[in-house]
Nanobody
């Protein structure tokens, strides 16, 4: 059973930075970050392949957020710079054995990011 645990959320001011981390127990998994605001659909943020050769971002975070993973590839990071109030959400890490996933079977519990203006 694959387990994912997110960390690094918090309360910051507009323009600040945060770095989220997702530690996963599986191997060979592509990973993604998503976010959800109550009352809205879950939104894709970024994704990275197992070996890190392909990365994609949502237009809303391109140029501000960076997804990466460490050398053992068991931790996936989301560096978030120049945070804005509209980035406020619960952020979820997801993983999939599919190298180019359209479906993620494994999810973390989420970490809250709140950006004040």
């Amino acid at each position: 059973q694959v387990q994912l645990v997110e960390s690094g959320g918090g309360l910051v001011q507009a323009g600040d930075s945060l770095k989220l981390a997702c530690t996963m127990s599986g191997w060979g998994l592509a990973a993604g970050w998503f976010r959800r605001v109550p009352g809205k659909e879950r939104e894709f943020v970024a994704r990275i392949t197992w070996i890190g050769d392909k990365i994609d971002y949502a237009d809303s975070v391109e140029g501000r957020f960076t997804i990466s993973r460490d050398d053992p590839k068991t931790t996936v990071f989301l560096q978030m710079n120049n945070l804005q109030p509209e980035d406020t959400a619960t952020y979820y890490c997801a993983a999939s054995p599919d190298p180019s996933p359209t479906f993620y079977p494994y999810w973390g519990q989420g970490t809250q990011v709140t950006v004040s203006s």
